[in-house]
């Protein structure tokens, strides 16, 4: 099993760029979500689902969008990218008995 | 909006010595507060969780206590070894929900031989 995985692993855009980072599972999660970590800030919730076609904001939802089509996906879209979302960018999944979170790897975001 | 505080922000003990950290919280309905511990360059891991209705867990050196009535929960860490060495994170549940979770800015742990 791989777990959760995150692509890609380190990431550079202009500004007023897009891009999507991906996120899949393999431990048949319902609960997903993605948080930004920052210096000193701990884990900032971007965006969650509680499964398939339900997403909704966490505390810092502005200039990125999500969807979820499937259990096993979770894309995090950035719209217009700005210096302020340089970031590591973690994507997590939980199941429904213990609630303990399992982290993807990261992905690495400089804006410039 | 909710918050979960944590301190300090850096603590350095002596190898073999015990570390604690706090954290408070502020939604009184958050039940469910686990402890992340994330080596450098590494994504976090659970090292230990509480639920509301326990007031203590432990694990073999490492153990949890809750005050709800005070709101503040702890992560005690004994005969701390080289390998503890890390950023440990708190957080909470928020909105009735133990998905969602609200966390604190981090504590690294400097265990000095």
């Known amino acids: 099993n791989a777990g959760v995985t995150q692509t890609p692993k380190f990431q550079v855009l202009k500004t007023g760029q897009s891009m999507t980072l991906q996120c899949a599972q393999d431990m048949n999660h319902e609960y997903m979500s993605w948080y930004r970590q920052d210096p000193g800030m701990g884990l900032r919730l971007i965006h969650y689902?509680?499964?398939?076609?339900?997403?909704d904001q966490g505390e810092v939802p502005n200039g990125y969008n999500v969807s979820r089509s499937t259990t096993e996906d979770f894309p995090l879209r950035l719209l217009s990218a700005a210096p302020s979302q340089t970031s590591v960018y973690f994507c997590?999944?939980?199941?429904?008995?213990?609630?303990?979170?399992?982290f993807g790897p990261g992905t690495r975001l400089t804006v410039t | 909006g909710e918050n979960v505080e944590q301190h300090p922000s850096t603590l350095s003990v002596q190898e073999g010595d015990s570390a604690v950290i706090k954290c408070t919280y502020s939604?009184?309905?958050?039940?469910?507060f686990p402890w992340y511990k994330q080596e450098l360059g590494k994504r976090p891991q659970l090292i230990i969780d509480i639920r509301s209705n326990v007031g203590e867990k432990k694990d073999q050196r490492i153990a949890v206590t809750l005050n709800k009535t005070a709101k503040h929960f702890s992560l005690h860490i004994t005969e701390t070894q080289p390998e503890d060495s890390a950023v440990y994170f708190c957080?909470?549940?928020?909105?009735?929900?133990?998905?969602?979770?609200?966390w604190g800015a981090g504590t690294k742990l400097i265990i000095k031989p």
């Open positions: 957080a909470a549940s928020i909105n009735r929900s133990n998905y969602q979770l609200i």
């Open positions: 997590a999944t939980s199941g429904t008995t213990d609630y303990e979170q399992y």
């Open positions: 939604d009184s309905a958050s039940n469910y």
């Open positions: 689902s509680v499964g398939a076609g339900i997403t």
